[in-house]
């Protein structure tokens, strides 16, 4: 039995971490045990500490850690490898919805004691027959075949040994901090395709646009501090990626390229935050329209 500690990082999730905590509580097990869930409330000014609070109550397994300022999310992280009972950890951001079967699918791998890294595949719940919904899919979809192709790129939730004792404090993207300090121990990391988790997308340009700078700028930094270059770091992989699954429909080609500008712009800002150091993305600002998960 591969028993782990869950960590959910929390900032005015009020809307959505009571429906998380109870699918986590449902989830599908059969090899795996989830021996407490950690939440870690950041700063939060709604009513997410109340929520997570009266699950406490009627869960032993369930813990509160509540931080007074909003730090980060590398700094939740953080807080939770400290805090966190087993040696497998599973951490996801509390807006977003597992499949049933997700924890499992994910954390199965870690039988094998050479993995110690696994990555889920996320699946949005906006409208692809929308523009940002279509700009949605198409990231997704294209982070997926870079992973089934061989590129790993984590995200969203992740599975996690605890072989190292911290990421760094000042980094945009926690989860792809642990990526290299992973692999640089000779351990394997590994896809779990079959491990679902549901999350929403940018509804507007402005929030996918400030999305991919903080995300682009983080990676650039993570390039600096560690030498490590994650997969979609690579255009011509995403660019060869992109022309093997396009969409030839005369919509959703047009639609094709006017992302591919977008995301060239995000990146460009996302650059020259790095260069500037004029935007600190540790304390990143929340694309508003990729909270209230319905699925």
């Avoid at 989830?34 to 609070?53: F, K, L, N, P, Q």
């Avoid at 040696?87 to 919805?97: K, R």
Wanted: aromatic share 10%; proline share 4%; net charge negative.
């Amino acid at each position: 039995m591969i028993n782990c500690s869950i960590g959910i990082t929390a900032y005015n999730e009020a809307a959505n971490i009571g429906q998380l905590l109870r699918r986590m509580l449902e989830q599908r097990l059969e090899t795996v045990s989830i021996t407490e869930i950690v939440v870690v409330a950041s700063g939060c000014t709604d009513g997410t500490v109340d929520i997570a609070r009266q699950f406490a109550a009627e869960d032993g397994r369930i813990r509160v850690l509540v931080q007074a300022e909003r730090e980060g999310k590398a700094s939740a992280m953080n807080l939770f490898i400290r805090e966190a009972r087993e040696d497998v950890l599973l951490l996801c951001s509390a807006d977003l919805l597992p499949e049933l079967d997700a924890v499992e699918q994910l954390m199965a791998p870690f039988a094998d004691p050479e993995v110690a890294m696994t990555g889920c595949h996320p699946v949005p719940v906006n409208d692809p027959a929308t523009f940002m919904g279509f700009a949605v899919h198409l990231q997704w979809a294209l982070h997926h075949e870079m992973n089934v192709a061989g590129g790993f790129k984590g995200g969203e939730m992740v599975g996690f040994r605890r072989v190292f004792e911290r990421i760094p404090y000042h980094t945009a993207v926690d989860e792809a901090s642990v990526e290299p300090i992973v692999r640089g121990q000779g351990y394997k990391v590994q896809y779990c395709p079959d491990a679902i988790v549901y999350n929403k997308g940018p509804e507007t340009v402005d929030d996918f646009l400030r999305q991919r700078r903080r995300i682009y700028a983080g990676h650039l930094d993570l390039q600096r501090m560690l030498g490590y270059k994650v997969s979609t770091m690579s255009g011509g992989k995403i660019f060869s990626l992109l022309l093997k699954n396009m969409d030839w429909r005369p919509k959703q080609f047009v639609w094709t390229w006017a992302v591919v500008g977008l995301e060239v712009y995000g990146r460009f800002l996302g650059w020259r935050d790095y260069k500037t150091g004029a935007k600190n993305h540790t304390v990143w600002e929340i694309a508003t329209t990729t909270k209230e998960l319905d699925t």
